[in-house]
């Protein structure tokens, strides 16, 4: 059996907040798990610190898909990371959502081009947790490097990889 496809893969805001409370800096920048919200809660709470980082359901209410949105405050700077690379197509409301919140801001937003999830994969909450770890040691240019990396390899490939890595640097049994 495929395990992308077990409903053990979607991932709550309550699961989220569960595995990101084990990493300083994850918690630290989403501010406690506060800013893990539905796509109409950006831009509830200041930007406080220098990377900051909004952990983002395309539903209003209840379980949509999660995406990562990255602001860094010293360069004026955001990344939009969406695993299924969609959100022009599936979520547009969610991406003008964005959009306005980042150029109230006066903040560049950056959407990564790339799809690290498998079409049929419920496991974009883990993709998301990657993505945020990953930002911690490296700046937006480090992110787009590491995107060129990834486009090297099979969606497969990235998936498998990505979700052990989780499960590595969280401790997930």
């Known amino acids: 059996m495929n395990v992308f496809k077990n409903k053990h893969w979607i991932t ?4 989220l907040r569960n595995i990101l409370i ?8 989403t501010l406690s798990g506060n800013l ?6 950006i831009g509830s709470f200041p930007i406080e610190q220098e990377l900051q980082a909004y952990v983002i359901n395309t539903a209003e209410i209840g379980l949509g898909h999660w995406n990562l949105l990255i602001l860094q ?3 004026k700077a955001a990344v939009l990371f969406d695993p299924l690379n969609e959100i022009t197509i599936r979520h547009p409301q969610v991406l003008n959502h964005i959009k306005t919140y980042c ?25 998301v947790i990657w993505m945020l770890h990953k930002c911690h040691d490296l700046s937006i240019n480090g992110i787009h490097n590491l995107i060129k990396i990834l486009r ?22």
């Open 73 to 75: 405050k010293s360069r």
């Open 103 to 127: 150029k109230s801001l006066h903040f560049t937003l950056h959407v990564l081009d790339i799809q690290t999830q498998g079409d049929r994969s419920k496991a974009c909450g883990f993709h």
């Open 152 to 173: 090297n390899q099979s969606i497969l490939h990235i998936e498998t990889a990505i979700v052990h890595d989780v499960f590595k640097m969280f401790h997930i049994k």
């Open 36 to 41: 893990i919200v539905p796509f109409n809660d």
């Open 22 to 29: 084990k990493c300083d800096q994850c918690w630290k920048s």
């Open 12 to 15: 709550t805001d309550t699961e």
